[in-house]
């Protein structure tokens, strides 16, 4: 049985464009946007220069397709998550453990996400820029129960960024080796401790 497609992959992408994707990703999560040039993608994927600019006019079209592609399937498995469940626990359980099975599926994806953000996101379509990971955190703390919260309750957009912001933190953590993954298995105190700051 063939190895299943990475999600940045299509069905019906030729085997060069395939191989290029591959490539691009591998280096970009491993060396950056910046150090990586279109000659080492050609030579990591076993094309020629001439072969990938059959598929993309260069480098930064390259980067934006991966990073459009990736972030929209990242957002859409997150969508997922919070609307598997019907209730505040529920969700904040669906999607912290939605993104941290994430990283431990495709954490090249994640790094490289994070690591491009600052040069891609104003470069994506508009559409890309509506579909944000702070967004959805928003929408989650939103729904956090707010019969305990005084007068001392959190401002919504610091409980977003903290949420969404640990998770990325644990991630990059486990990725440099500081914290023991998989990142799954963090998933109940994370949710716990989620729940502690949010109600």
């Keep these: 049985m063939a190895d299943p497609l990475p999600f940045y992959i ?10 290029i994707l591959r ?8 060396r950056g946007l910046a150090a990586t040039s279109i000659r080492d993608i050609a030579e990591e994927s076993g094309f020629t220069n001439p072969a990938l600019y059959k598929h993309f006019v260069g480098k930064e079209e390259l980067a934006l397709y991966l990073f459009e592609t990736c972030h929209g399937r990242v957002w859409t498995n997150c969508v997922a998550a919070l609307a598997s469940a019907k209730d505040f626990p529920g969700k904040l359980d669906a999607y912290v453990g ?12 994640l790094a490289f996400l994070a690591d491009s953000a ?8 508009a559409s890309v820029r509506q579909q944000t990971m702070i967004g959805l955190a928003r929408s989650l703390v939103a729904e956090a129960p707010q019969s305990q919260r005084g007068a001392s309750a959190v401002n919504p957009d ?11 933190e644990l991630a990059r953590m ?26």
């Excluded at 490539?23 to 491993?30: G, N």
């Excluded at 610091?158 to 990325?168: N, R, Y």
């Excluded at 993954?181 to 729940?195: E, H, N, T, Y």
């Design 98 to 109: 939605r993104w941290l099975a994430l990283w431990d599926e495709h954490p090249e994806v």
């Design 23 to 30: 490539a691009a990703m591998k280096l970009f999560s491993e």
């Design 174 to 199: 486990i990725q440099v080796g500081v914290v023991k993954g998989p990142a799954k298995r963090w998933q109940s105190s994370l949710v716990a401790l989620f729940r502690k700051s949010l109600t």
């Design 10 to 19: 299509r069905q019906d992408d030729p085997r060069a464009k395939r191989e």
């Design 158 to 168: 610091l409980a977003a960024a903290s949420l969404q912001g640990t998770l990325s």
């Design 118 to 125: 600052r040069v891609l996101w104003p470069k994506s379509s």
